[in-house]
C-alpha cells in the first residue's frame, strides 16, 4: 500500500540537489516533490525504516533526518500540488 512521507533532513545530510539524486536513484520511491527548504515528500511502498536505512547508506551516515508517515490528521499551508501528492499518493494531473 502507498504511504505518504515527510523527510525532513539537516545540512550535514546534504544538499536539495543531493538529496533529488537519492529520490531520483532509490526504486522503493515511486515519487517525490519538494517546496520547503530541507523537506521532501515522498511516495512509496517501503516503511520508513527501509526508507532510513537506503537514505543513511547513501549520505555515507551523515546528518540527522527524519522520515515520518504524513497521517490523516495533518494540516498547513502548502501549495494545492502538494496538498494532492500526500491525499492521492500521485501528482496532480497537468490541465490541458
Known sequence: MKKAYLLIY???TGTREEIKNWADSESQVETWRYDLPHCFYLISEASAKD???S????TGEKG???ISEAGDNRNGWLPPETWHLLRAKSHKPKEK
Open 55 to 58: 537514505l543513511r547508506s547513501f
Open 51 to 53: 526508507l532510513a536505512k
Open 64 to 66: 540527522r533526518f527524519l
Open 10 to 12: 539537516s545540512d550535514a
